[in-house]
């Protein structure tokens, strides 16, 4: 499968340039998926077996840099490196800074040899426009499944990306009625990308209502989903 590039209009802090490349993969592969793989391609070597040898890897690796080691492999090189403004050539830190010393982070620089060849490899496919990363509702129900919804009442609702700024009157979860007037909920007591537990208005009607999630990106630019089908209060 290839990665999907599209050109999505540039609004990150400091863009000199209106538009940029955005990229979309296939997929994630996880590291029990990543050994599964490796289990099955050509070695003898049992699932166990590798996950014994990439731990150690893992810890080895890890052990060298701590010591001040830069670390070759075949994938990159790993090593540690200052960052952090002084003010004079003793040293000395910023003004406000907690420590005397620099703050370090592990750096990793791919293997030229294995840039090259991931790159060559690799099949790209063009999008005429980016996916929007757009809130995904995907099924909502009261918390007793008799007793239906109802104004006042709570709901859970289930999906994709569906974190918002609760303190924000323009995102949040809202109550599309038919002559297309939006209630926003505004008690939230449970506010995660995956699940979100909310009250009911309960100056709501009886009758039916789309449901629709609205949030927005970092750089502000609204993003919206509705949720398939529409639930009744009682």
Request: some cysteine; aromatic content about 6%.
């Amino acid at each position: 499968m290839p990665i999907f590039i599209s050109a999505r209009a540039n609004n990150l802090t400091g863009a000199r340039r209106p538009w940029r490349f955005h990229t979309r993969h296939d997929g994630i592969v996880e590291f029990e998926q990543l050994v599964e793989l490796m289990a099955r391609a050509r070695t003898t070597l049992s699932k166990p077996d590798i996950l014994a040898v990439v731990t150690l890897y893992s810890e080895i690796v890890t052990s060298l840099v701590a010591d001040g080691k830069f670390v070759k492999t075949p994938l990159g090189d790993y090593y540690l490196t200052a960052v952090g403004g002084v003010l004079d050539a003793t040293g000395k830190r910023d003004k406000g800074t907690e420590s005397s010393g620099p703050d370090l982070r592990l750096r990793f620089r791919p293997a030229r040899h294995t840039e090259l060849l991931i790159s060559k490899t690799a099949s790209v496919q063009r999008e005429a426009e980016g996916p929007r990363m757009s809130p995904l509702p995907l099924a909502v129900a009261p918390p007793d499944s008799a007793s239906g919804f109802a104004a006042g009442g709570t709901a859970r609702l289930i999906g994709k990306r569906l974190a918002f700024d609760a303190s924000d009157q323009a995102q949040g979860v809202f109550l599309i009625a038919s002559d297309r007037t939006a209630t926003r909920c505004s008690s939230y007591l449970h506010l995660k990308p995956s699940v979100v537990i909310f009250r009911l208005p309960e100056n709501l009607a009886s009758g039916h209502y789309a449901l629709e999630v609205r949030g927005a990106t970092r750089a502000g630019t609204p993003r919206s989903g509705r949720l398939a089908g529409e639930i009744e209060l009682g």
